[in-house]
């Protein structure tokens, strides 16, 4: 992949987003001691940056692919931003989701015209439901990250952060399974090399810093915390060949700090925000 998939990404969705804000927190700046800004995704259509890489994905789609419909598998926001994404474009969209999935994200799934299929109750199950679904009714899959233009569709984020702000000197991403991490991470270096990217992901969700310091993929249990977005038991593929060249690290932290960054924010910005997030 390259950065000219990502401009292309930006040419194409940027019709149908918001182009979120990238404000200071002067308080948050001096708690941490130096120049903050935060890249209020959780203000963008569908209360993620998901819908970056869904519209992406569905819009390299040719018409027969999309009269098929899509299929994408997700404990809630890249259920949502394929929904909205879908309904967008005039695609038929069913969206597989956890048993235990949380009823508001169910229902704004479903408010966005999408069928919702609940079963299981981790990642491993809902690919395959969904990969029957694919076989059954010749849908497409959207993934929720290993997919290139997942991937691409998320690094538009980057672009927006050096327009508006062109003497960052780092940047700090969520990791999961990979596609922000990864997307925003090519962007950023690809414009400036001299950007340091650090990829954070919870203690006990850390498959992403085990598979960078051993310089492979590897998969672990599934992750309890806090971090719903977080609980992948691996990365991508893709993610993982982009962050292994070029992302300056990834660490961990607690679901304590998690949580005392969420109240962080909530006080002293006034942003109610995913502990994925935070």
Request: proline share 5%; aromatic share 4%.
């Amino acid at each position: 992949m390259h950065l000219s998939d990502i401009i292309r990404a930006a040419e194409k969705v940027n019709t149908y987003i918001h182009r979120t804000p990238l404000f200071p927190s002067q308080t948050l700046s001096k708690l941490i001691g130096c120049k903050l800004r935060l890249k209020a995704e959780n203000l963008q259509r569908a209360g993620s940056f998901k819908i970056r890489g869904a519209l992406n994905k569905l819009l390299s789609l040719s018409d027969s692919e999309r009269e098929r419909g899509v299929v994408a598998f997700s404990s809630g926001n890249h259920a949502q931003g394929v929904a909205l994404a879908a309904k967008l474009l005039g695609v038929k969209a069913t969206i597989v989701m956890p048993e235990d999935a949380m009823p508001l994200k169910v229902a704004a799934t479903k408010g966005y015209g999408a069928e919702v299929v609940q079963s299981g109750v981790n990642a491993i199950t809902r690919s395959k439901i969904a990969l029957e679904i694919v076989e059954k009714t010749g849908a497409i899959l959207v993934p929720p990250f290993d997919d290139p233009f997942i991937v691409a569709g998320q690094g538009t984020i980057a672009l927006e952060v050096l327009q508006d702000w062109a003497e960052v000197e780092t940047i700090v991403v969520p990791l999961g399974g990979g596609g922000l991490s990864s997307g925003i991470t090519l962007a950023a270096t690809s414009i400036n090399p001299r950007i340091r990217v650090y990829a954070v992901e919870p203690m006990a969700g850390n498959d992403g810093q085990l598979s960078l310091r051993k310089g492979q993929i590897v998969s672990i249990a599934p992750p309890k915390t806090i971090a719903d977005g977080a609980r992948t038991t691996a990365i991508g593929e893709i993610p993982f060949s982009i962050l292994r060249e070029k992302v300056t690290d990834i660490v961990t932290v607690s679901d304590e700090a998690l949580l005392e960054a969420v109240k962080l924010l909530a006080i002293y910005c006034k942003l109610v925000v995913e502990p994925t997030g935070a």
